[in-house]
């Protein structure tokens, strides 16, 4: 049949697909251009439309030096040409074919040209071919099938890149397995609202794959297309192929048993190194032994022995570390067998968690390791690492406490972590280096750039135990933000894709993965082996690492399946887990799992309706919320203020239960609460400023759900604006502890109002009948604008105080408010917290501007 389609092409086509092309650049050097470094890029689209299509274009050396767009400006026999010239030398450069501002790549994974003596390269690339040209001789501009899938075991889908007539495919369509042609029973438009004359098309086979079939050579041949391999996809779901069992270096003292899943592969082998840095190593051919698992194993003590992994699939020989690598060598280059009893250290095991009767008595803290340990001017000594927050008794300016002492001293009872599991764009142990971690590469093993020795594989272990096992002992859970939405390769530089290739992540018909993340690429959490991964990884950090809780990165676009199975899991393993995620995703991403998805569960979500309510839009700098002044903003405070719950006369919000709600103001992302504050009030002096900061987690403290704080907030912080800070290095991103002395009165305000909440339960009661019974909101006069006051019973939740009332004004003027009957202490005037009485008080009272006031009875 191949020897008819070269008729078929040649008649049809007549000589286009074999056109002669030729270099522009022959013989030209980069100083022609007026540059040290230059790129051209011919582009080739099928549909001829290069509208909003343009490059991304960076030196792969320095990394420091960030990407810049370029576009196509000259029209070509081939497509398109875009000529890039750079002002340095570079040896290597990297692109990526987007359409406008990423709302698409035409292939998601990074690509890298070389870049000759010259200085001069010219490449040739195809639409949806991730292998680009160098030779314009090998052009070939004949239709493609641009992707095919096998998403079930009778069933492939395909995109071609020009229409195919369904109704007339007899003898037009062949799958090869093995070289063997396999009867087909149909072939169909795919989307039943195409016509038959369609791009996409479903292959019904007459009878189903056998499991041995998926690592053969699966080769799908249409009349009038160049040949392509089948990838298989969600036909791996089929119950045949899934694995229950342990997956990795399975260490023991006497051998080590190595397995890992790839049904798609002929052949793997296992790559053993004879030192964790040296070229020597042996190769063992590991053998398959069922539902997709190949296993080698290699008798004695193979503790701190380096290995990789290389499959045979698709036609192609891919080398990689282990994706369940429980530890590595430097930058993550090669995995390694670890005894893990070796990274323990006295006192380790026998190091209980904090006590924790309820989620709703969470105070989150948000800090990343390095920001809240850097700073030069103090005492820290393991400045950004893992055991600079293990130190006590480190003092910053004017002798404040800095560190994991800060934290003691703020009150608060978990702390949430940044991404500390391996991440990708840092080369560990260089100085300056940062990144916020939401580049995952390894999700198995602590990253090394925050350990003291990251060549060593050990260091990273034990330091990120010791920096937990101090956290604990300081009366401190630990959370850590975990990212399983998207990994920051996909593609030959991805543990995943180099072992089952598109597997593990989503893709769409015509092969692109999808970008609900906005960075890229989504992770297929529904994928059975997929979903194995995530709760397997996470169990093993709460086993081995004593982790207290997950922050979900994301979790808006994960399938609502696997968060169920990771909250029943995580629930089992340890009932007081904390578990919360970012109920949204990328720009304009489809949400599987928003708000309202979690009610019933042990999950909490962002409140971003909150947020927003009392600063305003973190999207406009210049939006202001209750706390800045804005008027009709007290419903959504209200909400707020109940948990997020349906309560009487407020419109139902998303919460079925308070603990289902993560109340904030301020989160790495976006500006600090005090930039925004100053974006949006410009005017403001300092002590209007700081009255904000207070007022704005003053509401959030004194409302039901779960309270979360960004680190640094209790002292003002600020990244000088910056909304967007996680390539801003460490010197924006730092903890600047001048300024908890410069803003003394706010720390204590803020730590005092924390202490507040913990010695009342009436702040943090558990279920919504106790919140309905026991909140009332009081009818206020018109001309009360801006203010929101409230009641609590404290007999309900069995609180000290008889009665609890909260006046929230949001006004940037004093007010005079009217006390309900009877007399009340005063526990707080806007600037002072106190457990005790700071006065009786009764009727009209005079209440300063942008405040929060707290009265009680006594029982």
């Given at each position: 049949m191949r020897r008819v389609l070269l008729v078929i092409l040649t008649v049809a086509f007549l000589a286009t697909p074999f056109l002669a092309f030729d270099y522009y650049t022959a013989d030209k050097t980069a100083e022609d251009f007026g540059g040290k470094t230059v790129l051209i890029v011919n582009y080739h689209r099928y549909d001829s439309n290069y509208s909003g299509w343009?490059?991304?274009?960076?030196?792969?050396?320095?990394?420091?030096?960030?990407?810049?767009?370029?576009?196509?400006?000259?029209?070509?026999?081939?497509?398109?040409?875009?000529?890039?010239?750079?002002?340095?030398?570079?040896?290597?450069?990297?692109?990526?074919?987007?359409?406008?501002?990423?709302?698409?790549?035409?292939?998601?994974?990074?690509?890298?040209?070389?870049?000759?003596e010259s200085g001069?390269?010219?490449?040739?690339?195809?639409?949806?071919?991730?292998?680009?040209?160098?030779?314009?001789?090998?052009?070939?501009?004949?239709?493609?099938?641009?992707?095919?899938?096998?998403?079930?075991?009778?069933?492939?889908?395909?995109?071609?890149?020009?229409?195919?007539?369904?109704?007339?495919?007899?003898?037009?369509?062949?799958?090869?397995?093995?070289?063997?042609?396999?009867?087909?029973?149909?072939?169909?438009?795919?989307?039943?609202?195409?016509?038959?004359?369609?791009?996409?098309?479903?292959?019904?086979?007459?009878?189903p794959l056998l499991p041995a079939d998926v690592s053969g050579d699966i080769l799908l041949s249409i009349d009038g297309f160049v040949d392509r391999r089948v990838i298989v996809r969600k036909a791996l779901d089929d119950e045949l192929f899934y694995y229950a069992g342990e997956l990795g270096a399975i260490y023991g003292p006497e051998r080590t048993t190595f397995k890992i899943w790839s049904p798609v592969s002929s052949a793997a082998e296992l790559i053993l190194f004879d030192s964790?840095?040296?070229?020597?190593?042996?190769?063992?051919?590991?053998?398959?032994?069922?539902?997709?698992?190949?296993?080698?194993?290699?008798?004695?003590?193979?503790?701190?022995?380096?290995?990789?992994?290389?499959?045979?699939?698709?036609?192609?020989?891919?080398?990689?570390?282990?994706?369940?690598?429980?530890?590595?060598?430097?930058?993550?280059?090669?995995?390694?067998?670890?005894?893990?009893?070796?990274?323990?250290?006295?006192?380790?095991?026998?190091?209980?968690?904090?006590?924790?009767?309820?989620?709703?008595?969470?105070?989150?803290?948000?800090?990343?390791?390095?920001?809240?340990?850097?700073?030069?001017?103090?005492?820290?000594?393991?400045k950004g690492k893992y055991l600079g927050l293990t130190e006590r008794g480190a003092e910053g300016p004017g002798g404040v406490s800095v560190g994991l002492d800060h934290l003691v001293e703020l009150g608060i009872t978990h702390v949430h972590i940044m991404p500390i599991s391996d991440f990708y764009y840092v080369n560990e142990g260089e100085p300056g280096a940062y990144g916020w971690g939401y580049d995952p590469h390894l999700y198995w093993v602590p990253e090394g750039h925050y350990s003291t020795d990251p060549r060593d594989p050990i260091s990273r272990i034990t330091e990120a135990k010791k920096m937990i096992k101090a956290l604990h002992e300081s009366g401190i859970r630990v959370i850590l933000d975990v990212v399983y939405n998207h990994t920051a390769q996909t593609g030959p530089n991805s543990p995943f894709d180099q072992t089952v290739p598109q597997y593990f992540y989503r893709t769409d018909k015509t092969g692109a993965y999808t970008n609900n993340s906005g960075v890229g690429n989504d992770v297929a959490t529904e994928r059975p082996m997929m979903r194995k991964f995530i709760v397997d990884s996470l169990l093993y950090w709460i086993d081995e690492y004593n982790a207290d809780g997950f922050r979900f990165d994301l979790i808006g676009i994960f399938d609502k399946g696997t968060v169920l199975e990771i909250e029943k899991s995580l629930v089992a393993a340890d009932p007081t887990i904390l578990i919360y995620g970012e109920p949204w995703g990328g720009f304009g991403a489809t949400v599987t799992f928003g708000k309202g998805d979690q009610k019933g569960t042990s999950i909490a979500l962002f409140n971003d309706g909150f947020r927003d309510a009392i600063r305003g839009s973190v999207f406009d700098?210049?939006?202001?919320?209750?706390?800045?002044?804005?008027?009709?903003?007290?419903?959504?405070?209200?909400?707020?203020?109940?948990?997020?719950i349906e309560y009487d006369y407020l419109i139902s919000d998303f919460a079925e239960s308070p603990g289902e709600t993560i109340n904030y103001v301020s989160s790495h992302d976006n500006q600090t609460l005090w930039d925004k504050n100053l974006s949006a009030w410009p005017e403001a002096s300092v002590?209007?400023?700081?009255?904000?900061?207070?007022?704005?987690?003053?509401?959030?403290?004194?409302?039901?759900?779960?309270?979360?704080?960004?680190?640094?907030?209790?002292?003002?912080?600020t990244k000088y604006g910056d909304d967007n800070s996680y390539d801003a290095g460490v010197e924006v991103n730092k903890f600047d502890w001048i300024r908890k002395a410069e803003f003394r009165d706010v720390f204590e305000y803020y730590r005092d109002l924390i202490a507040l909440r913990k010695e009342h339960p009436a702040f943090r009661m558990d279920c919504a009948?106790?919140?309905?019974?026991?909140?009332?909101?009081?009818?206020?006069?018109?001309?009360?604008?801006?203010?929101?006051?409230?009641?609590?019973?404290?007999?309900?939740?069995?609180?000290?105080?008889?009665?609890?009332?909260?006046?929230?004004?949001?006004?940037?003027?004093e007010m005079v408010f009217e006390l309900p009957e009877g007399s009340w202490h005063m526990a707080s005037d806007g600037r002072i917290v106190s457990s005790d009485s700071l006065g009786e008080y009764s009727g009209a009272l005079e209440m300063a501007a942008t405040s929060a006031y707290i009265f009680f009875r006594e029982r």
């Open positions: 343009n490059l991304w274009v960076w030196p792969h050396e320095p990394v420091s030096i960030s990407g810049q767009s370029y576009q196509f400006t000259e029209e070509t026999e081939f497509g398109m040409r875009a000529v890039v010239v750079l002002p340095a030398a570079h040896t290597k450069v990297g692109f990526i074919v987007r359409l406008r501002e990423w709302e698409m790549k035409d292939v998601t994974p990074d690509r890298f040209v070389d870049i000759p001069v390269a010219e490449i040739w690339v195809l639409e949806g071919e991730l292998e680009y040209l160098t030779d314009p001789s090998e052009i070939d501009l004949s239709p493609r099938i641009n992707a095919a899938f096998l998403d079930s075991l009778r069933e492939i889908y395909c995109y071609l890149s020009t229409t195919f007539d369904t109704g007339k495919w007899p003898g037009r369509v062949e799958v090869l397995i093995g070289g063997e042609p396999r009867s087909i029973e149909s072939v169909e438009k795919a989307d039943p609202t195409d016509i038959s004359v369609t791009r996409y098309i479903k292959i019904s086979l007459s009878d964790l840095y040296g070229p020597e190593y042996e190769v063992a051919p590991m053998t398959m032994q069922g539902n997709g698992i190949w296993t080698a194993m290699v008798e004695g003590d193979l503790h701190l022995a380096a290995y990789k992994y290389r499959f045979h699939s698709y036609g192609e020989t891919r080398e990689t570390v282990d994706m369940y690598s429980k530890a590595v060598t430097h930058n993550s280059q090669r995995s390694v067998v670890i005894d893990l009893e070796k990274t323990d250290f006295p006192g380790w095991k026998d190091c209980e968690k904090p006590p924790l009767e309820s989620v709703l008595d969470a105070i989150i803290y948000e800090i990343h390791v390095g920001d809240i340990t850097a700073d030069e001017s103090t005492s820290i000594v393991h700098h210049t939006a202001r919320g209750f706390a800045l002044g804005m008027r009709a903003r007290e419903t959504r405070v209200k909400r707020g203020v109940v948990g997020s002590e209007q400023l700081k009255a904000a900061q207070r007022l704005s987690n003053a509401i959030i403290l004194l409302s039901q759900g779960i309270p979360f704080l960004h680190g640094g907030v209790d002292f003002c912080r009948e106790d919140i309905m019974s026991s909140i009332v909101f009081l009818e206020l006069p018109r001309e009360l604008r801006q203010v929101v006051a409230y009641t609590i019973d404290g007999q309900v939740s069995g609180d000290p105080w008889a009665e609890i009332l909260v006046v929230l004004n949001g006004n940037r003027e």
